[in-house]
């Protein structure tokens, strides 16, 4: 597993509920919907989190019928709590402790971007999903219209040009259409399908949102947390400013990449 794709998901499930886990309720239903899930079916979600995509699976399918993994130790717990019934592993995508052909479908939810292996992982969502099975995936769009990352990224860079490293825009891989498509059709699915999908979340005021940065989850809460008094400070005027918010509630819309195949 890379650091990037763990390190900064050891928080709490209510941590990351603050933070990216607002948009993952919809999104989770936009996948489920591009991947056709419906009765009868027998899915697994890799890289569960707290389980925004599983809690979508168990609505449709039924907690018997879903099945969990992630690496992250807090996040199993979170998922477990939350979804009685469904059975929750500790496992990374490149190494998913089933049988073959053991589901009808395998998805994964922000997830693809961060694995340490994603042609592994890929590889062995499509080993456990049966013949005729849908393998599918969700990615942010972090270089276009995923908002508040976008944002994010934008004043951080504003502020010091060496945060462009860290910028999820340009460091995530998988995170274009393109890339998905091919990456999808290099694993041997069929029918792949890309779309795009844009869900919304709600914040209290500014605070709200700076908060759950400050909580330290995914690239971007760990680069708040690296920063000192005055440069968070900083950052946080900078992005009020760029989101153009302030203490009234609000909303902020989210694009994301969905794509979808079929296993041979
Ligand atoms: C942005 S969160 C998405 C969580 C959840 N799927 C959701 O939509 O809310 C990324 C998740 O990927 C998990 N992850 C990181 N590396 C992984 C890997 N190699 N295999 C599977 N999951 C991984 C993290 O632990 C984290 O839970």
Do not use: K
Not at 227 to 249: C, I, Q, S
């Amino acid at each position: 597993m890379s650091a990037r794709g763990t390190a900064t998901f050891r928080a709490s499930a209510q941590a990351y509920d603050r933070h990216i886990g607002r948009y993952g309720g919809p999104l989770a239903r936009a996948l489920c919907d591009a991947a056709g899930v419906g009765r009868g079916q027998r899915a697994l979600d890799v890289g569960c989190g707290p389980g925004a995509l599983a809690a979508e699976l168990v609505a449709r399918l039924g907690a018997d019928a879903v099945v969990a993994v992630d690496p992250s130790p807090p996040f199993v717990d979170g998922c477990r709590e939350r979804l009685p019934g469904v059975e929750v592993q500790l496992a990374p995508a490149e190494g998913l402790p089933f049988e073959a052909a053991a589901f009808d479908v395998a998805l994964a939810q922000l997830v693809v971007n961060f694995m340490t292996d994603a042609r592994a992982g890929l590889g062995e969502m499509l080993r456990v999903t049966r013949p005729g099975g849908v393998v599918g995936a969700a990615v942010w769009d972090y270089a276009g219209e995923m908002t508040l990352l976008r944002r994010f990224w934008d004043a951080a860079v504003a502020l010091d040009p060496a945060a462009a490293a860290l910028d999820e825009g340009t460091t995530m891989a998988f995170c274009s259409p393109g890339e998905l498509e091919d990456l999808w059709s290099d694993a041997g699915l069929r029918e792949v399908d890309v779309a795009a999908t844009t869900v919304r979340a709600g914040y209290t005021g500014f605070d709200d949102l700076w908060g759950a940065l400050e909580a330290g989850v995914g690239p971007s809460g760990a680069y708040v947390v690296g920063l000192d008094a005055d440069g968070r400070a900083a950052l946080a005027d900078e992005l009020r400013r760029r989101l153009d918010v302030g203490a009234a509630p609000f909303e902020l819309a989210a694009r994301a990449w969905t794509v979808t195949g079929v296993r041979p």
